[in-house]
Each structure stands twice: as C-alpha cells, then as structure tokens.
C-alpha cells in the first residue's frame, strides 16, 4: 500500500501570507494526487486534481505541483475563509489519504 | 446541485452493527458516469476509505476492512448504504459518503459526515 505523509501537520499564518503544504508518497504515483480542504462541520471540498489542476470555481490564490513522490499545496495571500485543514489523496491502488494538515490563524 | 447526505445512529454497541444511509439528491445514483464512495475519519486520526459503489452492484474496499463491510444501494429512494459488522471502538468516527468520477480517483462532491460513536 502506498503511504502518504503530509507535513507540516499544522501552520500558524497570518491573512496575506504564503502557506506551503507538503505531501510525499511512499513510492511513486505520477500526478495522481488531489487536494482538499476541509472546514469543522462542513464537507470537505476538492480544490486540485492531476497534482496541479484547479478544480472548477476554486480561487487562482491556490495552486499545486509535483510528481512523483513530491508534491505541494500553495495558498498565495492566505483569506480568512483559507483557515481549514487541507489533505491530500492518491488512489494508485485504492483511495489513501494524508494525515492533514491544519492552517491556523496565528 | 448536487447533495450527499449521511444518516443513521450516532451510537452503535460493540460488537453491534453499525448501518449508514446516504441519499443522494440532484443526480442519480444509478449514473453510469459515477461511483460512491464511504469514508472515515476517526476523532483525532486521519481519513481512511472504506469502500465504493458502483451503481450496477460491484463493490470494492478497502482491504483493512472487507470482511466486515458492505455497500448497497437503493434505486427506489437514490441512497447507498454502509453496513459494518462486529464494531469495536477504533470504528468510532465520522463517517462521509462521497462521488468519484467513474475512471478518475478523486472525491468531487462529498457529504458533511455523520458521527459514529461505537460505545455500550
């Protein structure tokens, strides 16, 4: 089975900062990889898939890349609508999971 | 638009079964174009999937969990059920249903959760 590892498992930012997610493969799965993000009580909801593409309606301030092993979530100019847990998913074999990553208002 | 919507007891006895419904409002579940999925997140862990369900019957889960695990669906009322057997408290969670585009791997529309407290 393949094993996802995101890090940081949480972030303090501020609005207008920079955040970078990291997510990483235990052995290789091209750009099948998409990100979520998730908010307490809410469903969770897909921002990226194919590493790098954005999901219809969600903002330009996200973005992805990788492939491989290696990817990453970036949020340009964090809102306060970003402050969300946001993970990671790859289904080479079946659907796998990062262990999220919070972004705190700092 | 499309809504998922997760039902059923929040609290389940060990060695119980526990039964989830997800009805599906603002498409079919009998599309062709789609499967339907169930995931977990216990409090404090990550998400792990359970299984999908593809509308002319076939299943297929998550290995970890395949012997006690099974996935319906009802043409009549559009709603997928999950059925677990012999609970224990690790199946203490939140439990999410969700679509995947038939050939794709990802979850484009998801349910809000419901909670599962498996406890006597």
């Known amino acids: 089975d393949i094993q996802m590892t995101q890090s940081p498992s949480s972030v303090s930012a501020s609005v207008g900062d920079r955040v970078t997610i990291t997510c990483r493969a235990s052995q290789g799965i091209s750009n099948r990889l998409a990100w979520y993000q998730h908010k307490p009580g809410k469903a969770p909801k897909l921002l990226v898939y194919?590493?790098?593409t954005l999901q219809s309606g969600v903002p330009s301030r996200f973005s992805g890349s990788g492939s491989g092993t290696d990817f990453t979530l970036t949020i340009n100019s964090l809102q306060p609508e970003d402050f969300a847990t946001y993970f990671c998913q790859e289904a080479s074999s079946f659907p796998s999971f990062g262990g999220g990553t919070r972004v705190e208002i700092k | 638009q499309l809504q998922l919507q997760e039902s059923g007891p929040g609290l389940v006895k060990p060695s119980e079964t526990l039964s989830l419904t997800c009805t599906v409002s603002?498409?079919?579940?009998?599309?062709?174009?789609?499967?339907w999925g169930w995931i977990r997140q216990p409090p404090g862990k990550g998400l792990e999937w359970i299984g999908s369900?593809?509308?002319?019957?076939?299943?297929y889960y998550n290995p970890s969990l395949k012997d006690r695990v099974t996935l319906s669906g009802d043409t009549s009322k559009n709603q997928i059920s999950l059925t677990v057997t012999s609970v224990t408290a690790a199946d203490t969670a939140v439990y999410y249903c969700?679509?995947?585009?038939?050939?794709?791997?990802?979850?484009?529309?998801w349910g809000q959760g419901t909670l599962v407290t498996v406890s006597s």
């Open positions: 194919g590493a790098s």
């Open positions: 369900f593809y509308y002319t019957g076939s299943s």
């Open positions: 969700a679509r995947r585009d038939h050939g794709k791997y990802f979850f484009d529309s």
């Open positions: 603002g498409d079919s579940f009998s599309s062709r174009a789609y499967y």
